[in-house]
């Protein structure tokens, strides 16, 4: 059975940081494609980064966050981690984990992704 939780969000001053990680059980073994999704208020859910374990851990972000966001997985640990710079208040939002796989490729359609943590809440103020 797949178990993410994922912890680290709170409250941050516009321009600050922020660490996320999701610590995943043995069920997600095979789960070689690890995401972070943002559902912002009032939008959908979006896909802002992922990392394929299994592909020299290739990652690719959303537009929105490419270079101020950095996903990484430590092995070891079987956790993902997500960390948020120079952060702007379009940025708020529950972050969820979640995991695909054995895949080729990361999508991006949530729709695709078998598990999904309960979310952490970041506020940007």
């Known amino acids: 059975q797949v178990q993410l939780v994922e912890s680290g969000g709170g409250s941050v001053q516009v321009g600050g940081s922020l660490r996320l990680s999701c610590v995943a059980s043995l069920g997600t073994v095979m789960s070689n494609c690890m995401a972070w999704f943002r559902r912002a208020p009032g939008k959908e859910r979006e896909e802002v980064a992922a990392?394929?374990?299994?592909?020299?851990?290739?990652?690719s972000y959303a537009r929105s966050v490419k270079g101020r966001f950095t996903i990484s997985h430590d092995n070891a640990k079987n956790t993902l981690y997500l960390q948020m710079n120079n952060l702007p208040p379009e940025d708020t939002g529950m972050y969820y984990c979640?995991?695909?796989?054995?895949?080729?490729?990361?999508?991006?359609?949530?729709?695709?992704?078998?598990?999904w943590g309960k979310g952490t809440q970041v506020t940007v103020s």
């Open positions: 979640a995991v695909d796989g054995p895949v080729a490729f990361c999508s991006d359609y949530p729709s695709d992704f078998g598990g």
């Open positions: 990392i394929l374990t299994t592909s020299r851990n290739s990652t």
